[in-house]
């Protein structure tokens, strides 16, 4: 059980940084989640890669997580990889 935690900590957090690189590459400067309350490991991956991130919880058992991507605590690490070229325009 500890192992399946651990696993998939980490693939939270490397989807995470994923996600997130993709979005700077486009320009994107914050972001908004909405988590399980009971989701402690992501919760904690976004406590660790946004220290001051804003947490919110509502009256259900969601967490609103807001975070500043300037605030990132290792910007280097959101990478996306390489960008996926855009289609071809149309010629006339």
Do not use: W
Not at 44 to 58: E, I
């Amino acid at each position: 059980m500890q192992r399946h935690r651990k696993t998939s900590a980490r693939l939270g957090e490397l989807l995470m940084r994923k996600l997130i690189g993709y979005l700077r590459q486009r320009g994107t400067r914050r972001l908004v989640a909405t988590v399980l309350r009971e989701n402690a490991s992501m919760l904690k991956v976004f406590k660790k890669r946004y220290p001051n991130c804003q947490l919110r919880f509502n009256s259900g058992n969601e967490v609103i997580v807001h975070m500043d991507f300037a605030d990132a605590s290792s910007p280097s690490a959101d990478a996306a990889g390489p960008a996926e070229a855009p289609p071809p325009a149309a010629t006339a």
